[in-house]
């Protein structure tokens, strides 16, 4: 079954680099995602990679994909306190009849330190 | 301009009533969902909706009915709501199936 895993909270200090780790289960997918929920708001699209691709750096953001192990990484640069929020991790598994179905990890809650 | 928009973004009820949630996207997608979001912020799809035909339909009770008038909007009625029914309802769509998904800001359901 599809299980995308993440660790729950993150803390670092403004200006330094943030990595968030996340492990999915299913080889299907053909895009992986990155979303940000800052509080009390909804779910904002960050970045997302191709299955085929291994990085893609946007500004501050840069996303690793280790296809081989499953293994999706955000690293955000100089992270700033507005960086501060939950940052979930998606797989989209093939579903049957043509669909795909957005399978969300549990989120990483990432506190910046000022 | 809001792309993928509900309403209303509170929603305060009692048990036993019945409400609807709707949502609208001026994106020209034409898959459009609803998620559940409960108050340990996991995630989970309810509903899919391509070109106004149900395609994913998960594990929910009857009471929720899904309604899609056109390809633009989606709109999420429940029946004889229950306490677990709170959580945040979300919103989304995207051009196709396989494709980034747009949310919504959410609607706040609580039921007292």
């Known amino acids: 079954g599809e299980d995308v895993e993440q660790s729950l909270f993150l803390s670092v200090r403004e200006g330094d680099s943030s990595v968030i780790n996340c492990t999915y289960t299913d080889s299907s997918s053909t895009y992986l995602y990155w979303y940000k929920q800052e509080p009390g708001a909804g779910l904002q699209l960050l970045t997302y990679i191709f299955s085929n691709m291994d990085m893609k750096q946007d500004q501050r953001l840069t996303v690793l994909l280790n296809k081989k192990d499953k293994h999706l990484s955000l690293r955000i640069a100089d992270t700033q306190t507005g960086d501060s929020a939950i940052y979930f991790c998606a797989e989209t598994p093939y579903s049957g009849a043509g669909s795909y179905q957005l399978t969300f990890g549990k989120g990483t809650k990432l506190s910046v330190i000022p | 301009d809001t792309a993928v928009s509900q309403t209303p973004k509170y929603l305060v009820t009692q048990m036993g009533n019945d409400k609807s949630i709707k949502c609208e996207q001026n994106?020209?997608?034409?898959?459009m969902y609803w998620y559940k979001q409960d108050s340990k912020k996991f995630l989970k799809i309810m509903f899919s909706?391509?070109?106004?035909?149900?395609?994913i339909n998960e594990t929910v009770p009857n009471r929720f009915s899904p309604k899609s008038p056109d390809k633009a909007h989606l709109n999420l009625h429940i029946n004889s709501l229950e306490l677990g029914d709170s959580a945040v309802y979300f919103c989304?769509?995207?051009?196709?199936?396989?494709?980034?998904?747009?949310f919504g800001d959410g609607t706040r359901l609580s039921i007292l």
């Open positions: 989304a769509s995207s051009l196709g199936s396989n494709q980034p998904q747009h």
């Open positions: 994106l020209g997608h034409d898959t």
């Open positions: 909706y391509n070109n106004k035909e149900l395609i």
